[in-house]
């Protein structure tokens, strides 16, 4: 697999990412903020905050899954979730090759 | 000026028109000059109201001009002319017509001075609507535009309410600044509420907006959610119970946009967050946070638009928008990839697009205020919605798992839409004193100091840096085909249980009850029957001889009393 998809892709992006973590965490300590609140002021409080929020939230959103997800067909057939999207609305055309 | 004029009549004259117009290019240039048309009647009026006329002693006026007026009719117009572009392809009459009524309704609900003529386009934009739902023609579809105009006629009714209520009240129609606490004020809270989406009264946006045609979800995203916006800003700006709405409504989608497999019902989840950020910006009710509240709902008409269009555009050419059937369609669809990522960029506030200049005035009020906890919810959301609509929504359809599908890029019109949407997504970031000189309030607010740049950038680069680990680990919800129960849940299978129990014991009660009746009446006859039936006692015939003879025993007896 090459392109933007591959795993390799996928490590550099990364990489590119810690990088860009560490400059601005760097960044952070020549900052003179004047937040709203005491919390904000805080070094790094953006990053930590921005870091473990977002993994809190994946953490949530996945153990609250199980209980919420439902076969496509569960409201069927008055619900548009297991329905094909009717072929008169859709322009499908293949790209050149 | 003629009383009736209001920025709302082109597109009503455009929806009579077009269908005695061959479909076409002639037919589009309609659609995208109604917008226009709706500008120039508008633009350059001096502040004020016009075209106000008497109606059984009501003061009925169809054009208020001020500044939140004029911004959101603005930004409707805008948004109704490139959808106009977006939808050059389709040939539908219903679509077309329903598309300009719809926007019609929502502008001219928007310039209405009083609340009878904001109830009239409030209904309109319901009823105009749904045809767009109803334009995929299926029987889902079906049966969720009649899910969508319940609720949606029934928000206009429950408005009416109020409106009766409060004319009762205080004898005026006017659309004002209302405090909440009549019982008026909360029937009409409550309208606007289903319209804005609050929690437990939302389910009808996912039901509904997935549900629509391709082009039909785009216009929807537009105008309903954000003409409510509009009517908190003008109707109760400043009520405190706003705020924790807002933070409810804002955090609460987030865990539904993280799993939800139908792309299209992710950006409504996205959507519905984002709306928490404007409502609890009308909670507040500051200038800064008014301002920030109606610069933000522009700045969502277009990069929520522009993510609608994005995905809408898929599904144009794959067929589906399950982001389990999609992946790696960077390569055949480069350009949509790109206003994708400017959709996402401009939703997760990164700097110099036009997200950051809109969602920090509101950050900023929360913080002027001193409300930490709803700033800190509010910077939750924030990264959550970077999390799922600016990473999770591109990564699953144009990067992540590398599907077999290689779809042609959009059609040139929808592409112009996009691009269109996209500069004015950047332009607001980079030149944000053009929106700001619209707002309702004067701003000394500056977005771009070097702090609050680095810390935001801070925050969604560690976000960026969870999704990667999280990818990499396999931490990240994968998507599933199915679908999320939601509030709908209750009243679409709950409520129908709960009545089929009841109805169940009722019924059972009643038929034992009539069972039971039924047996003691059948008793009652038959004893009726022993006794005076053909074969009773009392039917029985007595000889005239011992009718005499009792007539002389008691003639004997009274003889024989008479004399002692």
């Known amino acids: ?97 | 000026m003629p009383e009736f004029l209001t920025p709302a009549l082109p597109y009503i004259t455009a929806a009579f028109l077009i269908p005695f117009l061959p479909q076409g290019w002639l037919r589009n240039i309609f659609m995208a000059a109604a917008p226009l048309a709706g500008i120039a009647i508008f633009w350059g009026l001096m502040p004020g109201q016009y075209n106000a006329f008497n109606v059984m002693g009501m003061q009925i006026g169809l054009m208020r001009i001020d500044a939140l007026s004029t911004l959101f009719g603005l930004a409707f117009s805008f948004a109704a002319c490139i959808i106009a572009l977006y939808a050059w392809r389709v040939q539908d009459t219903i679509q077309q017509v329903a598309a300009l009524l719809y926007a019609g309704a929502a502008i001219g609900a928007v310039f209405a001075t009083d609340i009878i003529t904001l109830f009239v386009f409030w209904e309109g934009t319901a009823i105009a609507s749904v045809f767009l739902i109803w334009a995929r023609r299926t029987e889902g579809s079906f049966a969720s535009g009649m899910r969508y105009l319940i609720v949606q006629v029934g928000s206009g009714v429950i408005l009416l309410a109020g409106i009766v209520l409060h004319y009762r009240e205080t004898g005026s129609i006017a659309f004002t600044a209302m405090e909440l606490g009549s019982p008026a004020t909360w029937i009409m809270l409550t309208a606007i509420g289903i319209k804005c989406a609050f929690p437990l009264l939302h389910n009808w946006m996912h039901d509904a907006y997935p549900s629509a045609t391709i082009t039909g979800t785009v216009i929807l995203s537009v105008f309903t959610t954000k003409l409510a916006v509009y009517a908190l800003l003008r109707g109760f700006p400043g009520t405190e119970l706003l705020i924790y709405v807002g933070v409810v409504m804002a955090l609460f989608p987030i865990l539904f946009a993280l799993l939800e497999n139908d792309l299209r019902r992710l950006l409504t989840y996205s959507l519905n967050s984002q709306l928490g950020f404007m409502v609890v910006g009308a909670g507040i009710g500051t200038p800064l946070a008014i301002s920030g509240a109606a610069a933000h709902a522009v700045a969502s008409i277009f990069y929520q638009g522009l993510l609608f269009m994005c995905v809408s555009a898929v599904l144009y050419r794959t067929g589906t928008a399950r982001a389990t059937a999609l992946g790696g369609l960077y390569r055949t669809m480069p350009l949509t990839t790109l206003f994708c990522l400017v959709g996402g960029a401009s939703i997760a506030a990164f700097p110099f697009f036009s997200g950051f200049v809109s969602k920090s005035l509101i950050l900023s009020a929360t913080g002027e205020e001193q409300y930490f906890y709803v700033w800190l919810a509010l910077l939750l959301a924030s990264a959550g919605a970077f999390l799922h609509s600016g990473l999770r929504l591109p990564y699953l359809a144009f990067f992540g798992a590398n599907s077999s599908l290689r779809p042609k890029e959009a059609p040139p019109g929808m592409l112009i839409a996009m691009a269109l949407t996209a500069l004015l997504c950047v332009g607001i970031g980079l030149y944000p004193a053009a929106l700001y000189d619209l707002l309702p309030y004067e701003l000394t607010y500056e977005p771009y100091t070097t702090a609050h740049i680095i810390t935001q950038v801070q925050l969604l680069a560690f976000v960026a840096l969870g999704f990667a680990l999280m990818v990499k680990r396999d931490l990240l919800a994968p998507p599933q085909r199915g679908i999320l129960l939601d509030f709908d849940w209750t009243y679409r299978r709950l409520a129908p249980a709960i009545l089929r129990l009841l109805s169940h014991v009722i019924g059972g009660t009643w038929h034992f009850g009539v069972r039971l009746t039924e047996r003691r009446v059948a008793n009652l006859l038959s004893g009726i029957y022993r006794a005076h039936g053909p074969l009773g006692p009392l039917a029985r015939t007595w000889p005239t001889g011992s009718m005499v003879l009792w007539i002389a025993v008691l003639l004997g007896m009274t003889l024989v009393l008479t004399y002692i």
């Open chain 1, 1 to 97: 697999m090459t392109g933007l998809t591959s795993k390799r892709a996928g490590r550099w992006a990364t990489w590119f990412l810690i990088l860009c973590c560490a400059a601005l965490t760097a960044l952070d300590f020549t900052l003179h903020k004047h937040g709203a609140f005491a919390l904000e002021d805080g070094r790094i409080f953006y990053g930590w905050f921005g870091l473990l929020g977002s993994v809190a939230l994946v953490i949530v959103a996945r153990l609250v899954a199980p209980f919420l997800r439902r076969n496509e067909d569960y409201y069927a057939p008055h619900a548009t979730a297991s329905e094909e999207h009717p072929e008169s609305d859709l322009g499908r055309e293949k790209a050149d090759a």
